[in-house]
């Protein structure tokens, strides 16, 4: 019998027991020369993940608290939000209670933001700070990054801020070379840690158009995280046993070896891929705009998709997602992030088989019996 339920859903995501040893660890003083040395001995690592020279910032607080940060610290005129699923939409809302001038740069569900349309927006000179989710978790669309940020490059003015919760690790994202400004992500996805931390990196452009901004706020100013930053530390106390299990998920990480952990991606990704097909299900998202970490499959058979879920649970232990927001039960999602490799999502898929076939008997018993 299993120990527990295992998550499959888009965040958050299994941990492996590696990853909850390293949060028993002794506790340590977090103003002490310890400390230090553990920020020290992770911070490169970080930097190589972000592809970035610029420091790496830890955060006790969801993803939300830096992505609302980094629209009091980088909006000093009006933003542009692209919206394109829940949490996307969300930034607007997130902008406007932040007290700023904020309009939507939006599309329907499903759809990817266009970088032409983007340009045209920009071309506008109104904006001077833009967010984008990378990777949307609610539609399973990911966005082409590479050419939003060549947008972007074009209007010097203009901070990009990149959400990339979940999609940081799993596949490639150069901060530097693409020109982000605020890269950020959250530890329950595909970090594969537990929540309630967040991780992020700031351009110098970033920091300059902070200190033009006043009534920053402190837990979440940037200044104060580049001051403490610098003797290794944080501004405010923060969850060691994160850092002490965060130092071990990277170890984790360049063990495995960067390339080979985005092909692993890739691979579980193209086994959902394939079972989609395999049982006449369809894609919520376009086929050039996939995400690599997570599928939403499009319930077009007209599954009971909340039976299905709990199904699923009750009969093998395994938990997925019955749809977010306004496409609740119109979609389901299965997630391949984090430390899931061929044999585990297989085994999920494997289960899903025997779940669906069992809906498909029940449902032609009684036609038969007629």
């Not at 969801?62 to 609302?68: F, I, K, P, R």
């Not at 920053?216 to 002490?244: C, W």
């Not at 998202?285 to 699923?312: H, W």
Request: net charge neutral; charged share 25%.
């Amino acid at each position: 019998m299993a120990s527990h339920d295992k998550l499959f859903i888009p965040g958050p995501v299994e941990v492996s027991p590696k990853t909850w040893e390293a949060f028993t660890r002794p506790m340590i003083g977090h103003r002490s020369e310890a400390f230090r040395e553990l920020y020290r001995s992770i911070h490169p690592r970080l930097q190589e993940l972000f592809g970035t020279g610029q420091p790496v910032f830890l955060s006790t607080s969801s993803a939300w608290g830096v992505m609302e940060a980094a629209i009091r610290n980088c909006v000093r005129r009006r933003v542009l939000n692209c919206m394109c699923g829940a949490f996307s939409d969300k930034w607007l809302d997130v902008s406007r209670r932040c007290g700023k001038e904020a309009e939507p740069l939006r599309v329907e569900w499903g759809q990817h933001i266009n970088a032409q349309q983007l340009d045209g927006r920009l071309a506008s000179g109104q904006f001077d700070a833009v967010t984008l989710i990378h990777n949307e978790t609610s539609t399973g669309v990911v966005n082409p990054l590479e050419e939003i940020c060549a947008v972007a490059r074009k209007y010097p003015d203009v901070v990009l801020i990149v959400d990339s919760v979940s999609s940081f690790s799993a596949v490639p994202i150069a901060m530097d070379e693409l020109g982000i400004d605020v890269l950020l992500t959250g530890s329950q996805k595909a970090l594969a840690l537990p929540p309630g931390f967040a991780l992020f990196s700031v351009s110098e452009k970033a920091f300059s158009r902070a200190a033009q901004i006043p009534n920053r706020g402190y837990y979440f100013d940037f200044l104060e995280f580049k001051k403490n930053q610098e003797s290794d530390m944080t501004p405010t106390t923060p969850s060691v046993a994160h850092i002490n299990a965060l130092r071990s998920k990277l170890n984790d990480i360049f063990t495995e070896g960067l390339e080979a952990r985005h092909a692993r991606h890739a691979r579980t990704n193209a086994l959902v891929h394939d079972w989609v097909g395999r049982n006449g299900l369809e894609f919520f998202a376009g086929k050039d705009f996939r995400s690599k970490t997570l599928t939403c499959v499009r319930n077009n058979r007209g599954i009971d998709v909340a039976k299905l879920v709990k199904e699923l649970r009750t009969k093998h232990h395994l938990v997925i997602d019955g749809g977010y927001g306004k496409i609740k039960g119109d979609t389901f999602r299965l997630s391949n992030m984090g430390d899931e490799t061929e044999e585990t999502v297989a085994h999920l898929l494997s289960c899903l088989d025997e779940c669906l076939s069992e809906f498909t008997r029940a449902s032609v018993a009684p036609a038969q019996q007629r």
